[in-house]
Structures are given as C-alpha cells and as structure tokens.
C-alpha cells in the first residue's frame, strides 16, 4: 500500500497527537477541509496504519510509578529463535512499558516502570534475571523525564 501522505494529512496527524480527542468538526476546522473530505482522510490514514489506535496520555508518577529503568540486555546467543524467545518471555511483563531490539554492544534496551527501588528489586531478581539466554544486563535510573513526545516531527 502506497504510505505517501500531503501536508493535509500530516497536519492531521499532528492535531490528533496534540488532541487524541478531536472530533471530526474540530479536525475540519483546524484543517479548513469540510467534514466530509476530512472524515475520509482521516479513515484513510486509519487503514494505512499510520494511525495505530487512540489512548490517554497518562502521568506515570501520579498513578504512583515514579521510578523508570532503562534496562540493557545483551544475550548469550543471537540465533533468531533466542531473539523471538526472550521477546515471547518478557512480552508478558507489566512492568516493561517498551522494548526495542538495539543494534551495538547491547540486544535490548527496556523501559521500565515501578513505584519503587524495592519493587524493581523484586522485578529484577525474580522476573527478568530468570529469563532464559540473558549474559549481561545493566540498570540505569531516570532521574528526570523532560521530553516526551507522540507526535511525528
């Protein structure tokens, strides 16, 4: 499928990332198309994927997570099963909020997200240290979030 978008489309994706809320009347107005037209963009860029889904923007700290690792991994092994293994093993844990395969001296670099030092202990020790194929991992803490966006630039 052809992913080529004009200016009109990226106009509104950049409202939706600022509003994940805007009704199409808003959209319309913001974009000077009249409903219609922007209705079919907009549901065209849904079936593009470009637009993966809506959701709220939550403060992690308010709901009581204040502390986010960034979580290292190298493996033990690079055989494509070992990479598709350790995604299965950790896709199921709560606390890991992204996961990216690295290039470099690291295989994955985890975001993670816990209310506490105790609790990412406990995470750390009996949940990602036993997974299996792992060599080396190496925490490092946020001290402060500054910049986050979901926007395309």
């Known amino acids: 499928m052809n992913k080529a978008i004009d200016e009109l489309d990226r106009k509104i994706l950049r ?14 107005e913001e974009t000077g198309l009249s409903q219609t037209p922007c209705k079919k963009r907009l549901h065209r860029l849904e079936e593009m994927g470009l637009i993966s889904g809506y959701g709220a923007m939550i403060d992690r700290a ?9 979580v ?9 099963e070992d990479i598709l293994g350790f ?11 992204t996961a990216a ?8 670099l985890l975001e993670v997200v816990v209310a506490s030092l105790e609790e990412y202990e406990h995470f750390l020790q009996t949940r990602l240290a036993q997974v299996r194929n792992i060599r080396n991992m190496r925490s490092r803490f946020a001290l402060k979030k500054f ?5 395309i630039p």
């Open 15 to 28: 409202i939706l990332c600022n509003n994940g809320r805007a009704s199409i009347v808003q959209l319309s």
């Open 87 to 97: 995604q299965k093993d950790i896709a199921h844990f709560e606390e890991i909020v």
């Open 101 to 108: 395969l690295m290039t470099g001296g690291q295989d994955f």
């Open 147 to 151: 910049i986050e966006r979901s926007r």
């Open 72 to 80: 290292n991994v190298e493996l033990e092994s690079h055989k494509a």
């Open 62 to 70: 308010a709901c009581g997570f204040g502390i986010t690792a960034f």
